[in-house]
T-cell receptor, first 113, second 110 residues
C-alpha cells in the first residue's frame, strides 16, 4: 500500500525550540507539499518542492523553512517555534501535475507551549 | 494559487439520504479534485475531474463540473454514517498546485 508517512502523530515543543517535521513517501513522487490546517482557516500551503533540492514558497512561508535532500523525504523546519505555530501539519506528495491526485500523510499535531 | 470555496459549511442528514456539496473557484483550471478528511486525520483523494469533463462517477460519488460557472458539485448517494467527514475541493490551475478551502462538514445520522 503506497503511503506518505509523517514521523510524529503528536508533538509538544517549547517556544524558541528548533522543530523538525519529517515526511517520507514511497511512491517515487516528484512533488511534495507542506500544509497547515487550522480551525476556520482550512488548509494553507507553506512550502512545496518539485524535485530534489528544489523548494518554492507557498502562501504562508514565514517562520518556516524546508529541506529536500532526497526525493522521498521532505522536511519542514520551524527555526524558532512560536505559539502561533501550534497547528495540524499535513504533508502530501504527487506526480507532476497531480494527475493522479495527491496523497496525504496522517498529519502531525504540533503544540508549542 | 487559487482556492476552492465549499458550500455549505456544514450539512446534517439522515442515513440513506443524498448529500450534495458545492465548490466555487475563481480562475481557469486544469482539473478539480475532491478529498475527504476524517476527524484529525489526513485527506484522502476521492475523485479527479478534468476541465474537459462535465461529469464523473465513482461508486456512490458523482461529481459535476461547470467551467462556465466555475463551479463543481459532489453528490454522495445513499449516505452512510461512515461518510461523516469533512469534504474539500481542490481546483488546480496552471501551476498544478492544489489549494483547499475550509471544507464542508458532513454529519450523517444513523
Amino acid at each position: 500500500d503506497v503511503k506518505v508517512t509523517q514521523s510524529s502523530r503528536y508533538l509538544v515543543k517549547r517556544t524558541g525550540e528548533k522543530v523538525f517535521l519529517e515526511c517520507v513517501q514511497d511512491m517515487d513522487h516528484e512533488n511534495m507539499f507542506w500544509y497547515r490546517q487550522d480551525p476556520g482557516l482550512g488548509l494553507r500551503l507553506i512550502y512545496f518542492s518539485y524535485d530534489v533540492k528544489m523548494k518554492e514558497k507557498g502562501d504562508i512561508p514565514e517562520g518556516y523553512s524546508v529541506s529536500r535532500e532526497k526525493k522521498e523525504r521532505f522536511s519542514l523546519i520551524l527555526e524558532s517555534a512560536s505559539t502561533n505555530q501550534t497547528s495540524m501539519y499535513l504533508c502530501a506528495s504527487s506526480f507532476p501535475g497531480g494527475i493522479y491526485g495527491y496523497t496525504f500523510g496522517s498529519g502531525t499535531r504540533l503544540t508549542v507551549v | 494559487s487559487q482556492q476552492g470555496e465549499e458550500d455549505p459549511q456544514a450539512l446534517s442528514i439522515q442515513e440513506g439520504e443524498n448529500a450534495t456539496m458545492n465548490c466555487s473557484y475563481k480562475t481557469s483550471i486544469n482539473n478539480l479534485q475532491w478529498y475527504r478528511q476524517n476527524s484529525g486525520r489526513g485527506l484522502v483523494h476521492l475523485i479527479l475531474i478534468r476541465s474537459n469533463e462535465r461529469e464523473k462517477h465513482s461508486g456512490r460519488l458523482r461529481v459535476t463540473l461547470d467551467t462556465s460557472k466555475k463551479s463543481s458539485s459532489l453528490l454522495i448517494t445513499a449516505s452512510r454514517a461512515a461518510d461523516t467527514a469533512s469534504y474539500f475541493c481542490a481546483p488546480s490551475g496552471g501551476s498544478y498546485i492544489p489549494t483547499f478551502g475550509r471544507g464542508t462538514s458532513l454529519i450523517v445520522h444513523p
